[in-house]
Nanobody, 124 residues
C-alpha cells in the first residue's frame, strides 16, 4: 500500500529553522511530483511548496517564498522541506502529498496521496 510518512516537526522559536522529511513507499516515486501543504486550526489547507519529479524545478506559496526550500532524493524516495526564518504564523500541521502526471498543482483536492502530517509550532 502507498504510505507517506512525515517527520521532523516540533517546537521552535520565531526566527529558527526546522527540516521536515517525508518518506514514501508503495509507488513509483519519480512518477510523481511531491508537494507540501499546511493547515492551521480554523484555516483551509494551504499550498507551501513542491518539486516536479526530478527535483530540478520548484515553486512556493507567496507566504513562504524566500524562506522555505523543497528538495527530493529519488534514490531514497524522500522529499524534504527546509524551513528558515520561521514565524508564528507558520504554525500548522504540515503534510506531504503526491501528484501524478500533469495534474493541477497547488490545489489540494487533486492530489493522489497524502501523509498524516507533522505538527510545527513556532513561538513568539
Amino acid at each position: 500500500q502507498v504510505q507517506l510518512v512525515e517527520s521532523g516537526g516540533g517546537l521552535v522559536q520565531a526566527g529558527g529553522s526546522l527540516r521536515l522529511s517525508c518518506e514514501v513507499s508503495g509507488l513509483i516515486f519519480d512518477d510523481y511530483r511531491m508537494d507540501w501543504f499546511r493547515q492551521a486550526p480554523g484555516k483551509e489547507r494551504e499550498f507551501v511548496g513542491g518539486v516536479e519529479w526530478s527535483g530540478s524545478y520548484s515553486c512556493y506559496g507567496n507566504s513562504v517564498t524566500g524562506r522555505f526550500t523543497v528538495s527530493r532524493d529519488n534514490a531514497k524516495n524522500m522529499v524534504f522541506l527546509q524551513m528558515n526564518s520561521l514565524k508564528p504564523e507558520d504554525t500548522a500541521v504540515y503534510y506531504c502529498a503526491a501528484l501524478s502526471g500533469n495534474g493541477n498543482i497547488k490545489t489540494a483536492s487533486g492530489y493522489d496521496y497524502w501523509g498524516r502530517g507533522t505538527q510545527v509550532t513556532v513561538s513568539s
